[in-house]
């Protein structure tokens, strides 16, 4: 599409393709979102949305996706991709920023579906965006954070050479929660192993993503 090239992005990792998602690949996605997306005791997001029965949990995973096409400017923007294995969707990758063109830093944010988990996913397609924003966009660091009771991300996070940043308190299902923040630089990205991913059609998206 001329007007939007972001449709074009592909991140391609050895197991993995990252795409921004089509109307077909919402609904494949909403549906892997009514499926479940953690076990019922608990709460990896500080906004409950997955605690929502799952009609509505699949259609806020849709209307999340189009507000992230609705509001997206250069000086603002947050780009959800979904995360494809084997032709099958399997979870959604994002990759966030804000006046990326003076500050150079990005956000991270994914989940994927419940029977997906523990297969290495997580980390194969943390992998793909942050190769995006270091090697493809120029950044100079990326953040993350994740609830001291979720291991798993936190693990993701260290295995790729994050390291903590700080500390939040959080109202989560109105109980006081504590997050954790990561930053990982450029220069730790580039001196940790990890799987190559290819990045297609990066270049029309430059303007999108305020890159000069």
Same mark, same amino acid.
């Given at each position: 599409?001329?007007?939007?090239?972001?449709?074009?992005?592909?991140?391609?990792?050895?197991?993995?393709?990252?795409?921004?998602?089509?109307?077909?690949?919402?609904?494949? @996605? =909403?549906?892997?979102?009514?499926?479940?997306?953690? $076990?019922?005791?608990?709460?990896?997001?500080?906004? +409950?949305? #997955?605690? !929502?029965?799952?009609?509505?949990?699949?259609?806020?995973?849709?209307?999340?996706?189009?507000?992230?096409?609705?509001?997206?400017?250069?000086?603002?923007?947050?780009?959800?991709?979904?995360?494809?294995?084997?032709?099958?969707?399997?979870?959604?990758?994002?990759?966030?920023?804000?006046?990326?063109?003076?500050?150079?830093?990005?956000?991270?944010?994914?989940?994927?579906?419940?029977?997906?988990?523990?297969?290495?996913?997580?980390?194969?397609?943390?992998?793909?965006?942050?190769? @995006? =924003?270091?090697?493809?966009?120029?950044?100079?660091? $990326?953040?993350?954070?994740?609830?001291?009771?979720? +291991?798993? #991300?936190? !693990?993701?996070?260290?295995?790729?050479?994050?390291?903590?940043?700080?500390?939040?308190?959080?109202?989560?299902?109105?109980?006081?929660?504590?997050?954790?923040?990561?930053?990982?630089?450029?220069?730790?990205?580039?001196?940790?192993?990890?799987?190559?991913?290819?990045?297609?059609?990066?270049?029309?998206?430059?303007?999108?993503?305020?890159?000069?």
């Amino acid at each position: 599409m001329r007007n939007w090239p972001l449709f074009d992005l592909r991140l391609t990792t050895p197991r993995l393709e990252l795409r921004v998602p089509t109307l077909a690949d919402l609904d494949a @996605l =909403a549906d892997l979102a009514a499926d479940g997306v953690h $076990a019922p005791g608990l709460m990896p997001f500080v906004q +409950p949305w #997955s605690d !929502a029965p799952p009609a509505e949990r699949a259609r806020s995973t849709v209307q999340f996706q189009w507000r992230g096409w609705a509001e997206w400017t250069p000086e603002d923007w947050r780009c959800d991709f979904v995360v494809v294995l084997n032709g099958e969707i399997v979870g959604t990758q994002g990759l966030s920023a804000r006046d990326f063109a003076t500050v150079r830093e990005v956000g991270t944010g994914s989940w994927v579906g419940l029977r997906h988990q523990g297969k290495g996913i997580g980390t194969e397609m943390r992998t793909a965006v942050l190769d @995006l =924003a270091f090697t493809g966009l120029g950044a100079t660091e $990326a953040t993350s954070s994740a609830f001291a009771d979720n +291991p798993a #991300s936190l !693990a993701v996070s260290r295995k790729l050479g994050y390291t903590e940043d700080g500390l939040f308190r959080r109202s989560r299902r109105a109980t006081r929660a504590t997050e954790i923040r990561l930053r990982l630089t450029r220069e730790t990205w580039h001196a940790t192993p990890h799987p190559t991913t290819e990045i297609t059609a990066l270049q029309p998206c430059f303007p999108l993503f305020g890159t000069p």
